[in-house]
């Protein structure tokens, strides 16, 4: 089990609907993810989120910085499939 400090402000807050609707979900970094089935997202004050993305066959990787407020996820990564997710700590 992963100690969380009261503290840490390497987070992400994943929304399952558009705009910050629906459930709610508090990942602490850092975290690696397989899949992200988010609709919307918050990146707290000490994380950066790293996504690989896919779309027409092409791989890339989409960076988004702290403090971001992403209210449809969708649109941010045009469409494209997120084969995986980091969230990273920032020092």
Request: hydrophobic letters at 40%; charged letters at 30%; proline letters at 4%.
């Amino acid at each position: 089990m992963q100690r969380i400090e009261p503290s840490c402000k390497c987070w992400v807050d994943l929304f399952d609907a558009h705009y910050f609707m629906g459930r709610m979900h508090r990942l602490f970094g850092p975290r690696k993810m397989r899949r992200l089935h988010a609709k919307s997202m918050i990146v707290g004050p000490r994380a950066t989120v790293v996504l690989s993305v896919g779309r027409r066959g092409r791989e890339s990787v989409i960076k988004l910085a702290a403090k971001r407020v992403i209210p449809d996820l969708g649109k941010s990564i045009h469409g494209a499939t997120i084969r995986e997710a980091t969230v990273e700590r920032i020092e």
